[in-house]
């Protein structure tokens, strides 16, 4: 039912894998939302509409501070377009990047409204799977948002899909072996060391050294 004429779209806001994510004004209610475009051609090339069905439709019914809201989505010929909450101020690792290392209070207000998002979305038996610096937003009160849920999944139906960097996998994913919302809580603990040192406690050049540190 949304079509692209119900919005003013503004700047880019960034560029990602399938395509830009653009400010925009919802006409009629002035909302202010971040509309991410896709291709539909990419998508299929990449072999990834199963993933962003289930990260629409996870996303679309998380309803928390600390989880970015998803709205809704629609499409036409070429592209999907997604309406997300927008995150005034952007990527939070472009500011761990800035500042190197927080400080053991901003540490700790961050790792708690994680904390929070994550009781709320294991109470919906919803595991995320994919915690990391890049996939935080920053509100514009400075607060935490959790975006990108293409890797989580509802763990009534579990999936050994394999994700990203590795840094952030806990051993018994790293093995694609059975695993449970416990995953979330192992990312958490890698975030809280690296929101400390500004480096991840396991990294290495090498994904082999990595897992075995
Ligand atoms: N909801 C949002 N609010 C503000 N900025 C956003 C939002 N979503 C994405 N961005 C910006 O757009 C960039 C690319 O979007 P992203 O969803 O990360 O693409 P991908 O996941 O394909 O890499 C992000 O790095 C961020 O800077
Ligand atoms: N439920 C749902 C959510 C998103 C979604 O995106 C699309 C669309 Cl609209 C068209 C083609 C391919 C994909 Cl992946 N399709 C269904």
């Not at 090339?45 to 289930?54: A, I, K, P």
């Not at 679309?60 to 600390?66: E, I």
């Not at 207000?109 to 009781?119: D, G, H, N, P, V």
């Not at 958490?188 to 480096?199: D, N, T």
Request: aromatic share 12%; net charge positive.
């Amino acid at each position: 039912r949304w079509t692209l004429n119900d919005f003013d779209i503004g700047k880019p806001l960034g560029r990602g894998k399938f395509g830009h994510v653009y400010i925009a004004k919802e006409k009629r209610s002035n909302h202010i939302v971040a509309l991410k475009v896709l291709f539909k051609s990419q998508l299929k090339q990449s072999q990834v509409e199963h993933q962003l069905r289930r990260e629409v439709e996870i996303q679309s019914h998380l309803r928390h501070p600390n989880i970015l809201r998803l709205y809704g989505y629609f499409y036409d010929q070429k592209r999907v377009y997604l309406i997300l909450e927008n995150a005034a101020k952007g990527e939070l690792y472009k500011e761990l990047q800035r500042c190197k290392y927080f400080s053991e209070r901003r540490a700790a207000t961050y790792i708690a409204s994680l904390a929070r998002a994550l009781i709320y979305c294991h109470g919906k038996h919803v595991i995320h799977r994919d915690i990391k610096p890049e996939n935080l937003l920053v509100g514009a009160q400075g607060d935490l948002k959790i975006a990108d849920f293409g890797w989580s999944v509802h763990t009534f139906n579990r999936r050994q899909t394999m994700c990203g960097t590795l840094d952030y996998l806990p051993p018994e994913m790293v093995e694609s072996a059975e695993h449970d919302a416990s995953v979330d809580i192992w990312s958490l603990g890698i975030l809280c060391y690296e929101f400390l040192y500004g480096i991840p406690p396991f990294e290495a050049k090498e994904h082999s050294d990595t897992y075995r540190r």
